[in-house]
């Protein structure tokens, strides 16, 4: 069974701080990971995708990298704004399905 | 540019009353989803479905029941709601082939009392 975490749960930060979040994961038989975004009383946004075949992504101050052999991926957040205060979630598709992991609460103050 | 749309999203129910969640989708999107989001768990899935007339179980489905009867919409049915059943319960969809981005609802908050 796919086991998915996030470390850390929280994290606060001034703002233009770069930033990394983790996420690891137990079974590397993945199709892709994905990285979402949830505001408070929200529903989830998707941020990034990476293929199984890939590497890395990227979209704007955004980052992630994929390393299926030790079963990690880091979302880096670049020069960070009080905007980007969210929850920020892993998930890995693996047949037909996502796990997600418990999620970063992240705290991007002026 | 509807995209998912969940209702209702809130509702407040007594132990042992039913009621039906409904998600449409105007994507045109094969695969459909419906998650639970607990503190501390993350989002668990209940059911899911890959096309018009198709479900199955996902990590926690017991006490719910679906029906994709319309490719565009997914409901979600509590029979006999239990106060466990308390949470926010989230619906997303995905095209099947190509993208596989998960688009998703804005949540329904669901309180059993």
């Known amino acids: 069974k796919q086991e998915v975490t996030q470390i850390p749960a929280a994290l606060s930060v001034p703002e233009g701080e770069n930033l990394v979040l983790n996420c690891s994961f137990t079974?590397?038989?993945?199709?892709?990971l994905q990285w979402f975004r949830q505001d408070p009383g929200k529903g989830l946004t998707s941020l990034l995708l990476i293929q199984s075949s890939q590497r890395e992504q990227t979209s704007g101050r955004l980052n992630a990298s994929l390393d299926k052999s030790s079963g990690r991926s880091t979302l880096y957040i670049a020069a960070s704004q009080p905007g980007d205060s969210a929850t920020y979630l892993c998930a890995l598709e693996g047949f037909q399905k996502l796990v997600f992991g418990t999620g970063t609460r992240l705290l991007v103050s002026p | 540019n509807a995209g998912v749309t969940q209702t209702p999203k809130f509702r407040v129910l007594k132990t042992g009353q039913s009621m039906t969640l409904l998600c449409a989708q105007d994507m045109n999107h094969e695969y459909m989803y419906w998650y639970r989001q607990d503190p501390g768990m993350g989002l668990r899935l209940i059911h899911y479905?890959?096309?018009?007339?198709?479900?199955a179980k996902g990590e926690v489905p017991d006490g719910y029941n679906v029906s994709r009867l319309k490719k565009q919409n997914f409901l979600l049915g509590l029979e006999s709601a239990a106060p466990s059943q308390t949470s926010v319960y989230f619906c997303?969809?995905?095209?099947?082939?190509?993208?596989?981005?998960?688009?998703f609802g804005a949540g329904t908050r669901l309180s059993v009392l």
């Open positions: 479905s890959v096309g018009e007339g198709t479900t």
């Open positions: 079974d590397s038989a993945i199709y892709n």
């Open positions: 997303a969809s995905r095209s099947g082939t190509g993208e596989n981005i998960q688009y």
